[in-house]
């Protein structure tokens, strides 16, 4: 329902492209790792997959699950909860093993949280947490990187800012682009995972921003 919805709302908002290094796919039972800058990214990214038959269970923050309708919409998903600074931190990523087990593709943060900006100006990845290396080496899962750029044109900035960028991007349009890159098989070790798996996804951001910004400018 949640991939469902990301794939009517993102066509309203703004105009999303999608490119992949070649020959990347987003096999069953895939960790698909994904910039964090806006709001609204996790919908982009989301309609970018589904427009590749992918419909991913995300990990995301457990306070969501406290908003209407939102929280019933994660529910009947199986999405899985993430409980920060908190004993129940643990319970993700087996939660998350498990429906890797399952063949069902998982999205991931791992930047834990967005940057403070009051711009709407494209982030470069910020640091990773260790998340999703260690989950990648529990589970033995292929690790997809995946960047996006220009969901900060649709929200960003303070909560007024927010509201207004929602508002107008219909009308606005803006361009957002997701590029898919190459699957990567983890180190065991947890730190050189997590740097790799944080190189990984920067250099497609860097393709998407790329995009994102020459499809923009004026011919």
């Given at each position: 329902m949640l991939s469902r919805f990301a794939g009517a709302l993102i066509p309203a908002v703004g105009r999303l492209s999608v490119t992949t290094d070649p020959g990347a796919v987003v096999a069953p039972g895939s960790l698909v790792v994904a910039n964090h800058t806006s709001l609204a990214d996790p919908a982009v990214v989301l309609a970018a997959l589904r427009g590749r038959g992918v419909e991913p269970v995300v990990m995301a923050a457990a306070g969501l699950w406290r908003i209407p309708l939102l929280g019933a919409v994660l529910t009947r998903g199986g999405h899985i909860r993430v409980y920060r600074?908190?004993?129940?931190?643990?319970?993700?990523?087996?939660?998350?093993?498990?429906?890797?087990?399952?063949?069902?593709?998982?999205?991931?943060?791992?930047?834990?949280?967005?940057?403070?900006?009051?711009d709407s100006g494209e982030l470069p990845p910020g640091p990773f947490r260790s998340g999703p290396a260690r989950l990648a080496a529990l589970t033995g899962a292929p690790v997809v990187p995946v960047g996006q750029a220009g969901a900060r044109r649709v929200t960003s900035g303070t909560v007024p800012k927010q509201v207004a960028g929602l508002l107008t991007?219909?009308?606005?349009?803006?361009?957002?682009?997701?590029?898919?890159?190459?699957?990567?098989?983890?180190?065991?070790?947890?730190?050189?995972?997590?740097?790799?798996?944080?190189?990984?996804?920067?250099?497609?951001?860097?393709?998407?921003?790329?995009?994102?910004?020459?499809?923009?400018?004026?011919?």
């Amino acid at each position: 329902m949640l991939s469902r919805f990301a794939g009517a709302l993102i066509p309203a908002v703004g105009r999303l492209s999608v490119t992949t290094d070649p020959g990347a796919v987003v096999a069953p039972g895939s960790l698909v790792v994904a910039n964090h800058t806006s709001l609204a990214d996790p919908a982009v990214v989301l309609a970018a997959l589904r427009g590749r038959g992918v419909e991913p269970v995300v990990m995301a923050a457990a306070g969501l699950w406290r908003i209407p309708l939102l929280g019933a919409v994660l529910t009947r998903g199986g999405h899985i909860r993430v409980y920060r600074h908190d004993r129940r931190a643990a319970r993700a990523v087996e939660d998350a093993a498990a429906v890797l087990a399952s063949g069902r593709v998982v999205l991931v943060y791992a930047e834990g949280g967005i940057a403070d900006r009051p711009d709407s100006g494209e982030l470069p990845p910020g640091p990773f947490r260790s998340g999703p290396a260690r989950l990648a080496a529990l589970t033995g899962a292929p690790v997809v990187p995946v960047g996006q750029a220009g969901a900060r044109r649709v929200t960003s900035g303070t909560v007024p800012k927010q509201v207004a960028g929602l508002l107008t991007a219909p009308v606005r349009r803006p361009r957002l682009h997701v590029h898919i890159g190459t699957p990567l098989r983890l180190p065991a070790d947890t730190k050189a995972a997590t740097a790799e798996a944080h190189a990984a996804v920067t250099r497609a951001w860097r393709t998407a921003a790329d995009h994102a910004g020459r499809s923009s400018r004026p011919a």
